[in-house]
């Protein structure tokens, strides 16, 4: 297939955890798949001692740390029950694919340290995006603007860059996978309950967890957490809730409304309406999603409903938290049924990305997103397993008349390692279990017949006293 033209420079933004991490040019953030789950296991407490945030004041683009972001991990990379990525090799590549793109000069990744406040990196893209355009026009392309492809974290970095550092003046687009524009609970989950693994807790960042800025700066923005009287609340806006710091919070609920606020302005000028950039938000729906939470004993309940309405999600951002808060009533938006994770890499969503870019350069009238499939499925599946046990399957159809199969997949090979047919269980969910399959980086991939839109998620197995990874320094 010829590759179409490409006038433009396209920049990919990583979610959180999806850039490696260098400090003092050794590597501590930044394992492949294959070795990702023993070395969190054996380098827990160096990662401590290497990552976490003593402070991490928004003006300062250098810390003195000696932490530096030097690319996208392009496999599976994860904070074990906060938030998973099945990598950025797929869509890059696929980019490269269909449009003339060349890698330094019109096609750019965007590594960025992503502890630290989004503010950070936005100012990052915006002195690295000034240089990568001059080059680009000064070699045949006067008009060239950016295209910025952006998963989760990464499309808060671009909207701040965007609105109040007024990127928009250069940029044509920005296409979003399950960007959480009005936050995710999972990061109130990790801030209040604490992130913990394997057997009587051996795995626990949850302190270190808690000194990155950009795990309050994805804390929910909506009102959704009852304080225990029945009343929801912005978590931004409230006290009491355990392990989370309300005067961070308060920052990170500003860091949102300093983008609302610049886009309630931008939007009365005529240069803005003229030749502002079009979104392009893929929303995550059909998998069961925290949605609101709950003072309770010992921590913080999360429920999968908002005032008894679930609007579910991709698993991890919200169906109601995944469209900027100015295209609330529609927009081009685009809706996949798979997982968080793996958002940017399912091919209904490249087939997407690929018509809404080709769709910038030639008038079409008003663009029609492809239609739902009629049938989604909700996946759930573990990110970690251990390599001596069954990695367990749970599936359920929006439809109960429908057959699935699920296929366990060699996450670095994309081999189809076993297949089988999914077993109905209680509650209309199908289940299944695939024998161990040994230590590496999986994933899951659950079909039915035509009307049936595929599910996919990851999956981590460990192997317990591997010795895989080299202490940090």
Same mark, same amino acid.
């Given at each position: 297939?010829?590759?179409?033209?490409?006038?433009?420079?396209?920049?990919?933004?990583?979610?959180?955890?999806?850039?490696?991490?260098? #400090?003092?040019?050794?590597?501590?953030?930044?394992?492949?798949?294959?070795?990702?789950?023993?070395?969190?296991?054996?380098?827990?407490?160096?990662?401590? #001692?290497?990552?976490?945030?003593?402070?991490?004041?928004?003006?300062?683009?250098?810390?003195?740390?000696?932490?530096?972001?030097?690319?996208? !991990?392009?496999?599976?990379?994860?904070?074990?029950?906060?938030?998973? !990525?099945?990598?950025?090799?797929?869509?890059?590549?696929?980019?490269?694919?269909?449009?003339?793109?060349?890698?330094?000069?019109?096609?750019?990744?965007?590594?960025?340290?992503?502890?630290?406040?989004?503010?950070?990196?936005?100012?990052? @893209?915006?002195?690295?995006?000034?240089?990568?355009?001059?080059?680009?026009?000064?070699?045949?392309?006067?008009?060239?603007?950016?295209?910025?492809?952006?998963?989760?974290?990464?499309? @808060?970095?671009?909207?701040?860059?965007?609105?109040?550092?007024?990127?928009?003046?250069?940029?044509?687009?920005?296409?979003?996978?399950?960007?959480?524009?009005?936050?995710?609970?999972?990061?109130?989950?990790?801030?209040?309950?604490?992130?913990?693994?394997?057997?009587?807790?051996?795995?626990?960042?949850?302190?270190?967890?808690?000194?990155?800025?950009?795990?309050?700066?994805?804390?929910? !923005?909506?009102?959704?957490?009852?304080?225990?009287?029945?009343?929801?609340?912005?978590?931004?806006?409230?006290?009491?809730?355990?392990?989370?710091?309300?005067?961070?919070?308060?920052?990170?609920?500003?860091?949102?409304?300093?983008?609302?606020?610049?886009?309630?302005?931008?939007?009365?000028?005529?240069?803005?309406?003229?030749?502002?950039?079009?979104?392009?938000?893929?929303?995550? !729906?059909?998998?069961?999603?925290?949605?609101?939470?709950?003072?309770?004993?010992?921590?913080?309940? @999360?429920?999968?409903?908002?005032?008894?309405?679930?609007?579910?999600?991709?698993?991890? &951002?919200?169906?109601?938290?995944?469209?900027?808060?100015?295209?609330?009533?529609?927009?081009?938006?685009?809706?996949?049924?798979?997982?968080?994770?793996?958002?940017?890499?399912?091919?209904?969503?490249?087939?997407?990305?690929?018509? &809404?870019?080709?769709?910038?350069?030639?008038?079409?009238?008003?663009?029609?997103?492809?239609?739902?499939?009629?049938?989604?499925?909700? @996946?759930?599946?573990?990110?970690?397993?251990?390599?001596?046990?069954?990695?367990?399957?749970?599936?359920?159809?929006?439809?109960?008349?429908?057959?699935?199969?699920?296929?366990?997949?060699?996450?670095?090979?994309?081999?189809?390692?076993?297949?089988?047919?999914?077993?109905?269980?209680?509650?209309?969910?199908?289940?299944?279990?695939?024998?161990?399959?040994?230590?590496?980086?999986?994933?899951? #991939?659950?079909?039915?017949?035509?009307?049936?839109?595929?599910?996919?998620?990851? &999956?981590?197995?460990?192997?317990?006293?591997?010795?895989?990874?080299?202490?940090?320094?």
């Amino acid at each position: 297939m010829a590759r179409s033209p490409m006038p433009d420079v396209v920049v990919l933004l990583p979610g959180i955890t999806g850039s490696v991490l260098q #400090r003092n040019g050794k590597v501590t953030w930044g394992f492949s798949g294959a070795t990702l789950a023993g070395s969190l296991f054996t380098r827990g407490r160096s990662l401590n #001692r290497a990552l976490a945030l003593r402070e991490d004041p928004p003006e300062e683009d250098d810390l003195g740390d000696g932490v530096e972001a030097t690319e996208l !991990i392009p496999d599976l990379h994860l904070l074990p029950g906060f938030w998973k !990525i099945d990598g950025y090799t797929r869509v890059a590549q696929t980019l490269q694919a269909r449009f003339q793109l060349t890698e330094g000069e019109n096609f750019f990744t965007f590594p960025y340290d992503w502890r630290r406040d989004n503010r950070v990196a936005a100012r990052k @893209l915006a002195r690295d995006s000034h240089g990568w355009l001059k080059r680009w026009r000064e070699s045949g392309n006067p008009d060239a603007k950016l295209v910025l492809i952006a998963h989760s974290m990464g499309g @808060l970095v671009a909207r701040y860059f965007l609105e109040v550092l007024e990127g928009w003046k250069d940029t044509r687009a920005l296409v979003s996978f399950g960007t959480p524009y009005r936050g995710s609970l999972n990061a109130l989950d990790t801030l209040a309950n604490g992130m913990r693994k394997g057997p009587m807790g051996l795995l626990d960042l949850s302190e270190l967890a808690r000194t990155f800025t950009s795990i309050y700066q994805l804390l929910p !923005i909506y009102k959704c957490y009852d304080r225990g009287n029945g009343d929801l609340v912005r978590v931004g806006e409230t006290e009491g809730i355990p392990n989370v710091d309300p005067k961070r919070a308060a920052s990170a609920l500003a860091f949102h409304r300093e983008i609302e606020e610049a886009v309630n302005t931008h939007r009365t000028r005529d240069d803005y309406l003229r030749d502002g950039y079009r979104t392009f938000p893929v929303v995550g !729906i059909g998998q069961p999603t925290h949605q609101s939470a709950r003072s309770g004993e010992g921590g913080v309940q @999360l429920f999968s409903h908002l005032e008894g309405t679930d609007r579910r999600g991709d698993g991890t &951002v919200p169906r109601v938290s995944a469209v900027p808060i100015e295209e609330s009533r529609g927009g081009r938006g685009m809706f996949a049924a798979t997982r968080h994770g793996s958002l940017q890499n399912a091919d209904a969503v490249l087939t997407h990305v690929d018509g &809404v870019v080709q769709s910038l350069y030639f008038d079409l009238g008003e663009f029609r997103e492809p239609a739902p499939a009629p049938v989604e499925v909700a @996946l759930e599946v573990e990110d970690l397993c251990w390599s001596d046990e069954p990695v367990g399957v749970r599936a359920r159809p929006s439809r109960e008349d429908v057959e699935l199969s699920a296929a366990l997949v060699n996450g670095n090979t994309g081999e189809v390692v076993a297949s089988q047919e999914m077993n109905d269980d209680d509650d209309g969910w199908r289940v299944t279990a695939f024998s161990p399959p040994g230590a590496g980086a999986y994933r899951i #991939r659950v079909t039915g017949g035509p009307e049936v839109a595929p599910a996919e998620d990851a &999956v981590a197995v460990a192997s317990m006293g591997s010795g895989q990874a080299e202490e940090v320094a």
